[in-house]
């Protein structure tokens, strides 16, 4: 393969709200090959493209040069789990198809030992990973919102002349990687103040 990412599919849960694909399975051969005996690996990566999970972003203290305080708190939800956890049971399912049978030489992570439910779960959660793609920290929303931030132009509440526009203004995760539409925010917005 050429390109690191090979294949895609987006897919609903049992748990999926209507309309909704929340589960997002890639090929992708970025794993370095000595990982594996047969020298090669390809990573089904499994996502959780609609997490009901939230975490937090708070300063450390008053120092601006202080790193913030970040609680990512993956799959804090019952239903995230158990979403997450189909997932990943769909892509050992898929990968023990007969289509796969002369392709793969066997499972690397979690295993095949790693069997059952829980620990299978327990073993999602010890090494979960993100697609470095955080978004909806100080997300935008009306004046009746109390969780916005800044409003549809990116102006923050409260504090003047100070404005924000990049992915922490979106005001829901989206389910996709967030450079298209951050620069889609970024243009709106400069259009609407700037005419530009």
Known sequence: MTDAFAAGL????????????DLGIVAVHLLDGSFSPTGGALLLATALTRPESRGSLTLAGRDPYDAPVINDNYLATARDRRRILEGVKLVRSLVNTPRFAGAL????????????????LATI???????GHPTSTVPMGGPEDEWAVVDELGAVKGVARLRVVDASIMPEVPSTVT????IMIAEHIAHRVYGA
Do not use: F, H, K
């Open 10 to 21: 987006w897919c609903a849960s049992a748990e999926a709200r209507v309309g909704e694909l």
């Open 125 to 131: 959660e010890a090494g979960i990973s993100t697609y």
């Open 179 to 182: 450079n298209a539409t951050t």
């Open 105 to 120: 030489a066997g499972e690397l992570v979690p295993g095949d030992a790693v069997q059952g439910d829980e620990e299978l």
